[in-house]
């Protein structure tokens, strides 16, 4: 059974955008919301994924945490297809700061440094961060906004709301996301926004009086 979606929209993105602000993992909860990657994705992430002249992420690989906890890097994504996705250039100048960070953390940390992967997002010695540990700040964020039931995944699927109400197709939306179908992310995205929902009726009833007029 298909979780309950408990999204981001319209005014709780701008109530969660205030309450990160100045978070450790601020930079990170922002790229995952304007990229849509799974958490696996944006934890796997290297610097070699991103383009910063052409704007662009390369989504290929993974940090997946298995059943005894423990943490494995795999160089696929959970359907076994890259993508290339396009990111807004404000979230690109987000991962320039970032890169400026770890290049602060990494002078200060010596020979403690360890970021043997190039990770994009890791604690301030180069290690991985953790899910457990990304996922708890989370949920604390959320509640605080009063979205306790607000899952990190849901991050993603706020992305691809806020993507379809800008009026990107579901098509451009299944790719963003790595998605195997259309009609998959159709299913899952079409009825959910309140805001889509007014925007078909609005269009309807200027239809409907447009043809009464004739």
């Known amino acids: 059974k298909r979780p309950e979606l408990k999204p981001l929209m319209d005014d709780s993105v701008t ?8 978070h450790q993992f601020e930079r990170l909860y922002i790229v995952d919301l304007f990229s849509g990657l799974r958490e696996s994705e944006v934890l796997g992430l290297r610097w070699g994924d991103v383009d910063f002249e052409s704007g662009q992420l390369t989504v290929c690989r993974q940090l997946q945490k298995d059943r ?3 943490y494995i890097f795999l160089d696929e994504t959970k359907n076994g297809k890259a993508r290339t996705i ?3 250039p404000s979230v690109m100048k987000v991962l320039q700061e970032q890169q400026r960070t770890q290049i602060e953390w990494r002078l ?3 020979p403690l440094w360890s970021n043997e992967r190039n990770l994009v997002f890791t604690n301030e010695i180069g290690e991985h961060l953790k899910h457990d540990t990304v996922y708890r700040h989370f949920k604390k964020i959320v509640r605080s906004i009063d979205m ?3 899952r990190f995944h849901d991050l993603r699927h ?3 709301i806020l993507a379809l109400q800008a009026g990107c197709s579901i098509k451009a939306v299944q790719e963003q996301l790595g998605h195997y179908s259309s009609a998959f992310t159709m299913d899952v995205y ?6 889509m929902k007014k925007d078909t009726q609005d269009k309807m009833e200027a239809l409907i009086k447009q043809v009464s007029d004739l």
Not at 15 to 22: C, D, E, S, W, Y
Not at 190 to 195: G, L, M, N, Q
């Open 86 to 88: 396009s990111i807004a």
């Open 108 to 110: 200060k940390a010596g």
């Open 68 to 70: 005894k906890g423990n």
């Open 15 to 22: 109530k969660f955008l205030n309450a990160i602000r100045g």
């Open 158 to 160: 706020s992305c691809a």
């Open 148 to 150: 306790p039931d607000t």
């Open 190 to 195: 079409a009825s959910v926004s309140d805001t």
